[in-house]
């Protein structure tokens, strides 16, 4: 049977999305959503690391009993992480500089555990690593909401330093929302971090309610009650 | 379901869990020999870029990369200071602190000139969180230069310490345990600059090979430099 690749994004992206459906990867999401910019370094890095553990979890899938599958899923991933952060120090320096600081929050990330274990493990290859960017990319797409919400409301910016990041051709993206903003100190700090995550989650229950209003019968609530717990 | 024998599963999941631990070892222990000479050389280029910005280059004019020594602290630690020399005499010196981080040692670079006043500091690498404590770096912030120009002296003993704790370097909002480790770090490179002015500035003496390039150790709560 062809895999569904089209349900397997949408998946990833929206209505299985692994912050604002499922609930994981909290921590750093966090605690790097102070700017736009910090939340794409992540993102960036974690999409990454998710392409890669889910093809090799679905490459040895066969050879990987279930008693001893949750240590060796850990055994790749972490092993994974230590390789890019290698590689990258070694020939990708000046992104190493930038985008280093997140790779060791990427090994605590229950995200990259969540998939192996309910996708990755169970799939062959090839949608194994459209699951993995998919969920990345969806990742990236919440990090960078989360992060413009509490940047402009804490510092009346948005995407600043984006060229430390990207290279000075990005530079454009850095804008003043707001100018001579004194900044709104709690959008900063981990308490704004939670708020932000509540109010963009609840938008997307509206969001979701109103898709579902237009379409009854299999609406992605249904799909989403048909995923394991994480 | 195929039938299993305790005894069977027992072995079969030590070979299958050793196998991918021996695979992975072998993965990461090839890509460490690959990886360790570039990391090495960006490293050393990424100090000789980080002294000139500690140490201006008009206060010598000798090759301040080669031009090391190494001294050993109170508890023996070797510690390897660069020093920068001027018709013979030695202007200014640079050595690595590890400052005691929110997250892993910070490693800093501190440059001082021949009376123990501070040229400049710079933040070599660090694990502190993004957006809250790595605004120790200079592309982020001015904060770390702040440091220039101060000494043991300026300010006074007490106030060596971030706003929080009285003294006068300004804290990160969110993030306080980062800034005092660095000025902790600071002053304790001053305090081991004092303590070992003579040596340190004594043109004869010089010459030790070591072949590493270690850092004054300031991550222990102790006060000995």
Known sequence: ?230 | MRPRLPANEGARMAVVLGGFALIAAAVLGTAHELTEGPIQRRERAELRRTLNRVVPPTAYDNTLVRATRVVRTARGDAVRVYRGTRDGAVTAVAFQVLAPGYNGPIRLLMGLERHGRVLGVRVLDHQETPGLGDRIEARKSDWILDFTGRSLGNPLRGQWTVEKDGGVFDQFTGATITPRGVVAGVRRGLLFFRRHRAALLDPAAGGDAATDAPALDATDEGESG
């Open chain 1, 1 to 230: 049977m062809r895999p569904d690749y089209g349900a397997i994004v949408r998946n990833g992206i929206w209505d299985n999305n692994a912050v604002f459906a499922q609930l994981l990867a909290l921590c750093p999401t966090l605690a790097v959503t102070g700017t736009a910019t910090n939340g794409l370094g992540m993102g960036l890095a974690t999409a990454v690391v998710l392409v890669a553990t889910g093809a090799i979890v679905a490459l040895v899938r066969r050879l990987t009993l279930r008693e001893v599958r949750i240590p060796v899923f850990v055994l790749v991933i972490a092993a994974c992480v230590t390789l890019v952060d290698m590689v990258m120090k070694a020939w990708l320096f000046e992104l190493h500089s930038v985008l280093g600081l997140f790779i060791p929050l990427i090994v605590t990330n229950c995200i990259i555990l969540g998939r192996a274990e309910a996708f990755a493990s169970r799939n062959p290859t090839g949608p194994s690593v459209v699951d993995g960017l998919a969920t990345g990319v969806g990742f990236i797409l919440t990090l960078v909401v989360v992060g413009a919400v509490r940047e402009i409301i804490g510092h009346g910016t948005l995407f600043a330093d984006a060229h430390l990041l990207l290279g000075d051709a990005f530079a454009w993206l850095e804008t003043v929302v707001v100018a001579d903003y004194n900044g709104a100190l709690v959008a900063v700090l981990p308490p704004g971090g939670f708020l932000a995550v509540g109010f963009l989650m609840a938008g997307k229950r509206v969001i979701d309610e109103r898709l579902r209003a237009g379409a009854p019968a299999t609406g992605p609530v249904a799909a989403r009650a048909a995923e394991p717990a994480p």
